[in-house]
């Protein structure tokens, strides 16, 4: 579907990548991985021709269809959440409108071409799925019909994300599009993916979404591009295979050069051994050298200051009241949080974990009630947006070492690289910095001085995966108490011991970390579903009993639950069949890209042509067989 060949890439004199081929099927899953700044999202602009590479191509499948997300949201004009959701075509939008499949009906009558427009866009079925996707993104039917401007950035780029999944491109390219999400509705998304027709190229930094959804990981760094066959964890065993392999080889190699060169120091002046000491050095000379490995992922390490000892209870919300104007989000909120919790808060959008995080960090006041700290609490509170405590006149370096913590220079700058602040970035003025900069350096900031009770609202936003692995170092020291909420799976697992449900003003606890969480909901909702159905049979049963006899009644249901059973099994072995051939070819076709990126395979007697016609009949049988299985899938999920 899209073949990069031998692209390059540099910026004032640094190369970002040299001589990068790529090869992208349909419906592969591929996730984009390596430190900020090394070029993934120049890479996306490349293949989106945004950006023109110094040299190599980029060839699309003819018709094939390209949809991008960005990290920053786009613009919006006057359309309703509805309507940019479903932006098919402004054509597909003026007929729905005159049509008043939109909600609101147009003053203009519809005409003849407006039906034909609407219904080769998919008429009703494209809003029907609209609908369904902005639910799953944690919009309420209610939101349909409001202005998308009215929005804030990170409920924009659901409403853009939603657009692109009802559009259904042949390649879904996705920059970070877990950054604005909250955790319902990531998993969601995770779900959706996982059964998307076509592509996706996909940068991330959650660990958890890409062992979820991808099946290779490209690793940009060192301006290489390194592809790996399988999730996030099993590329981190790959990588760190290889780099071992690779030490030891060069190693090998450098211990026998050693042993080369001390013969030839030893006789190079003695005229019987000069002939052999010549030999050793053109041997030396034809040595296919090995360079030395580049490991630049050695985790940084900081050992953080600890806060002062609070008392058991760390505090207590009694009979608190919390209104927004006539919204009612607590009418009586009670919690009590002991002395080294370390608590997430999670529960659908809009439930009231910010509110609750915001309450238990006495910065939100609420109509009635009590919340009363322990001994010794010392509370600080970290907003996804707080920026307002920095002084924007001051050098980065400067704002941290303006704090209470006795704590060196070398370990206030080594804390910053951790963030993300390396070299003359700590020189820069706090005003000047992005957004996100300004949220990782107030993150940095409290941890320098951490309180002893933390509340934390979607801390790992922003942070790329060794920024992420150093905050959980630092909380895993931390001998305070932790209230948090995040979207960020793998953050969630290694951090949390107890989890608390937010739902409709009530909360439930779950005295255990997230997977505890996880089993017991998945109980719950299983008794509930059994319950459910043990009902509706129930309920059947006593309607036909009148109807028709015991025995009439029994053959006829086992005679229907047999003949669907063999429907089911008959599509179910063809899946098998045809996944079973999918793999295979897609195995081959991973064989040979390896082989189209190894410089040995274009001089060895036209082997390239050979494999590039070899990989151009796998595409087209590929295409073949992924039709017929999206075809026989549909099939078994009607009769089902």
Same mark, same amino acid.
């Given at each position: 579907? @899209?073949?990069?060949?031998?692209?390059?890439?540099?910026?004032?004199?640094?190369?970002?990548?040299?001589?990068?081929?790529?090869?992208?099927?349909?419906?592969?899953?591929?996730?984009?991985? $390596?430190?900020?700044?090394?070029?993934?999202?120049?890479?996306?602009?490349?293949?989106?021709?945004?950006?023109?590479?110094?040299? $190599?191509?980029?060839?699309?499948?003819? *018709?094939?269809?390209?949809?991008?997300?960005?990290?920053?949201?786009? /613009?919006?004009?006057?359309?309703?959440?509805?309507?940019?959701?479903?932006?098919?075509?402004?054509?597909?939008?003026?007929?729905?409108?005159?049509?008043?499949?939109?909600?609101?009906?147009?003053?203009?009558?519809?005409?003849?071409?407006?039906?034909?427009?609407?219904?080769?866009?998919?008429?009703?079925?494209?809003?029907?799925?609209?609908?369904?996707?902005?639910?799953?993104?944690? #919009?309420?039917?209610?939101? #349909?019909?409001?202005?998308?401007?009215?929005?804030?950035? *990170?409920?924009?780029?659901?409403?853009?994300?939603?657009?692109?999944?009802?559009?259904? /491109?042949?390649?879904?390219?996705?920059?970070?599009?877990?950054?604005?999400?909250?955790?319902?509705?990531?998993?969601?998304?995770?779900?959706?993916? &996982?059964?998307?027709?076509?592509?996706?190229?996909?940068?991330?930094?959650?660990?958890?979404? @890409?062992?979820?959804?991808?099946?290779?990981?490209?690793?940009?760094?060192?301006?290489?591009?390194?592809?790996?066959?399988?999730?996030?964890?099993?590329?981190?065993?790959?990588?760190?295979?290889?780099?071992?392999?690779?030490?030891?080889?060069?190693?090998?190699?450098?211990?026998?050069?050693?042993?080369?060169?001390?013969?030839?120091? =030893?006789?190079?002046?003695?005229?019987?051994?000069?002939?052999?000491?010549?030999?050793?050095?053109?041997?030396? %000379? +034809?040595?296919?050298?090995?360079?030395?490995?580049?490991?630049?992922?050695?985790?940084?390490?900081?050992? #953080?200051?600890?806060?002062?000892?609070?008392?058991?209870?760390?505090?207590?919300?009694?009979?608190?009241?919390?209104?927004?104007?006539?919204?009612?989000?607590?009418?009586?909120?009670?919690?009590?949080?002991?002395?080294?919790?370390?608590?997430?808060?999670?529960?659908?959008?809009?439930?009231?974990?910010?509110?609750?995080?915001?309450?238990?960090?006495?910065?939100?006041?609420?109509?009635?009630?009590? =919340?009363?700290?322990?001994?010794?609490?010392?509370?600080?509170?970290?907003?996804?947006?707080?920026?307002?405590?920095?002084?924007?006149?001051?050098?980065?370096?400067?704002?941290?070492?303006?704090?209470?913590?006795?704590?060196?220079?070398?370990?206030?700058?080594?804390?910053?690289?951790?963030? @993300?602040?390396?070299?003359?970035?700590?020189?820069?003025?706090?005003?000047?910095?992005? $957004?996100?900069?300004?949220?990782?350096?107030?993150?940095?900031?409290?941890? @320098?001085? /951490?309180?002893?009770?933390?509340?934390?609202?979607?801390?790992?936003?922003?942070?790329?995966?060794?920024?992420?692995?150093?905050?959980?170092?630092?909380?895993?020291?931390?001998? !305070?108490?932790?209230?948090?909420?995040?979207?960020?799976?793998?953050?969630?697992?290694?951090?949390?011991?107890?989890?608390?449900?937010?739902?409709?003003?009530?909360?439930?606890?779950?005295?255990?970390?997230?997977?505890?969480?996880?089993?017991?909901?998945? &109980?719950?909702?299983?008794?509930?579903? %059994?319950?459910?159905?043990?009902?509706?049979?129930?309920?059947?049963?006593?309607?036909?009993?009148?109807?028709?006899?015991?025995?009439?009644?029994?053959?006829?249901?086992?005679?229907? +639950?047999?003949?669907?059973?063999?429907? =089911?099994?008959?599509?179910?072995?063809?899946?098998?069949?045809?996944?079973?051939?999918?793999?295979?070819?897609?195995?081959?076709?991973?064989?040979?890209?390896?082989?189209?990126?190894?410089?040995?395979?274009?001089?060895? $007697? !036209?082997?390239?042509?050979?494999?590039?016609?070899?990989?151009?009949?796998?595409?087209?049988?590929?295409?073949?067989?992924?039709?017929?299985?999206?075809?026989?899938?549909?099939?078994?999920?009607?009769?089902?």
């Amino acid at each position: 579907m @899209l073949s990069i060949k031998s692209i390059s890439k540099a910026y004032a004199g640094r190369t970002l990548f040299s001589d990068v081929s790529i090869q992208i099927n349909r419906r592969d899953r591929i996730g984009v991985v $390596g430190p900020n700044g090394a070029g993934k999202s120049t890479l996306f602009s490349v293949i989106l021709r945004e950006i023109t590479p110094d040299s $190599g191509e980029i060839a699309f499948e003819k *018709g094939s269809r390209v949809g991008f997300l960005p990290q920053e949201s786009a /613009p919006t004009g006057d359309e309703s959440v509805l309507e940019l959701a479903c932006s098919f075509s402004p054509e597909f939008i003026a007929a729905a409108k005159r049509l008043g499949a939109l909600g609101a009906n147009s003053d203009e009558e519809p005409t003849e071409s407006d039906y034909e427009v609407f219904e080769a866009a998919g008429g009703g079925g494209l809003i029907a799925k609209a609908r369904q996707i902005l639910n799953g993104l944690s #919009f309420k039917d209610s939101d #349909f019909e409001r202005p998308a401007k009215e929005l804030s950035g *990170g409920w924009i780029m659901r409403v853009h994300l939603a657009r692109l999944l009802v559009q259904e /491109p042949d390649l879904l390219m996705l920059d970070e599009p877990t950054n604005h999400l909250d955790l319902h509705s990531l998993i969601w998304l995770q779900n959706y993916l &996982q059964n998307y027709p076509g592509a996706i190229l996909l940068i991330s930094h959650d660990r958890e979404f @890409l062992n979820q959804l991808v099946r290779h990981i490209l690793e940009l760094e060192n301006s290489r591009f390194t592809r790996y066959t399988g999730n996030y964890e099993q590329y981190l065993i790959q990588r760190e295979a290889n780099e071992v392999q690779w030490l030891a080889a060069y190693e090998n190699q450098q211990k026998e050069i050693d042993r080369l060169m001390k013969f030839v120091e =030893r006789f190079r002046a003695k005229n019987t051994k000069a002939t052999q000491a010549q030999s050793k050095l053109k041997q030396i %000379e +034809r040595m296919e050298k090995i360079e030395a490995p580049i490991i630049s992922r050695k985790r940084m390490r900081f050992s #953080f200051p600890q806060p002062m000892r609070s008392g058991q209870r760390v505090i207590r919300l009694k009979d608190i009241v919390k209104t927004y104007d006539k919204l009612e989000v607590y009418k009586s909120l009670n919690l009590e949080i002991e002395k080294g919790k370390r608590i997430v808060l999670v529960g659908p959008n809009g439930a009231g974990k910010s509110t609750l995080l915001k309450i238990l960090a006495g910065v939100l006041d609420f109509n009635s009630g009590e =919340r009363e700290l322990g001994h010794n609490v010392r509370t600080g509170y970290f907003a996804q947006h707080r920026t307002e405590t920095l002084q924007l006149n001051r050098t980065v370096l400067d704002e941290m070492l303006d704090s209470t913590a006795t704590i060196t220079e070398e370990s206030v700058r080594t804390l910053l690289g951790c963030f @993300l602040f390396s070299e003359d970035d700590v020189f820069k003025k706090v005003g000047v910095l992005s $957004g996100g900069e300004k949220s990782r350096l107030a993150m940095a900031k409290l941890l @320098l001085d /951490p309180p002893n009770f933390l509340l934390l609202d979607e801390p790992t936003t922003h942070l790329d995966m060794a920024s992420i692995d150093t905050l959980i170092e630092a909380i895993s020291q931390y001998s !305070g108490t932790l209230v948090f909420i995040s979207h960020d799976v793998h953050f969630i697992r290694k951090t949390a011991n107890s989890v608390i449900h937010v739902e409709s003003g009530e909360l439930r606890h779950f005295p255990g970390p997230y997977q505890y969480y996880l089993d017991k909901t998945e &109980q719950d909702s299983s008794r509930s579903t %059994e319950a459910s159905f043990n009902k509706d049979t129930s309920i059947k049963r006593n309607q036909t009993k009148k109807k028709e006899d015991s025995k009439t009644r029994k053959r006829r249901e086992a005679e229907a +639950r047999q003949a669907l059973s063999k429907k =089911r099994k008959d599509k179910k072995e063809n899946i098998n069949k045809l996944e079973s051939k999918i793999t295979k070819l897609e195995t081959r076709q991973s064989e040979i890209n390896a082989l189209l990126e190894k410089p040995e395979t274009y001089s060895s $007697g !036209g082997q390239a042509s050979v494999l590039n016609r070899e990989l151009m009949e796998i595409i087209d049988d590929l295409e073949k067989l992924n039709k017929e299985w999206s075809d026989v899938v549909d099939a078994l999920n009607a009769i089902n």
